[in-house]
């Protein structure tokens, strides 16, 4: 079955820099979901979009942007980076209209800044 | 805003025994809670969801329970392996809005 895919799975950038991470959720899921994880940290939910509309918004940093995509990929847009946006960043899709919203998380990319 | 606790932390047992892990929430207002494993520097991998209406889900040796009302709810894992070694993370959402236990993370000694 496919799995959600997110690109790149590594990336390393200086402070300063611009970073974008790219996700693909599974076929048919309308709901896209981003969480940044940090070292020995639980997940911290960024910000969800549902049919291509921003859905909620959690502890985002105004530096960080999102949109979702006519094809219902989304991507994360970093700016400004700093030392402390070194995680593990995750994207999950799940299908609100099957009524249950299963998230189904992808692989992750790991940030590093230097 | 929903704060998830998730009891114990860590948890080193030997192979074969029955644990339970515990999860509580302080909003009883949720759409669903979902159960997950994570291996280090892994993704989350989906083991049970339990919708709002529910009480139990099972798959395998994994059976998970929701008291809403109280704000709880357990995983339990029976006869356990080796390879059950990982950290386990309960979430809760809201619609589209979820909201992520610390995990309770497990060593099932040989």
Known sequence: ?114 | KQEVTQIPAALSVPEGENLVLNCSFTDSAIYNLQWFRQDPGKGLTSLLLIQSSQREQTSGRLNASLDKSSGRSTLYIAASQPGDSATYLCAVSWVNKFYFGSGTKLNVKP
């Open chain 1, 1 to 114: 079955a496919a799995g959600v895919i997110q690109s790149p799975r590594h990336l390393i950038k200086e402070k300063r820099e611009t970073a974008t991470l790219k996700c693909y959720p599974i076929p048919r899921h309308d709901t896209v979901y981003w969480y940044q994880q940090g070292p020995g940290q639980d997940p911290q939910f960024l910000i969800s979009f549902y049919e291509k509309m921003q859905s909620d918004k959690g502890s985002i940093p105004d530096r960080f942007s999102a949109q979702q995509f006519s094809d219902y990929h989304s991507e994360l847009n970093m700016s400004s980076l700093e030392l402390g946006d070194s995680a593990l960043y995750f994207c999950a899709s799940s299908s609100y209209r099957a009524g249950h919203n299963e998230q189904f998380f992808g692989p992750g990319t790991r940030l590093t800044v230097l």
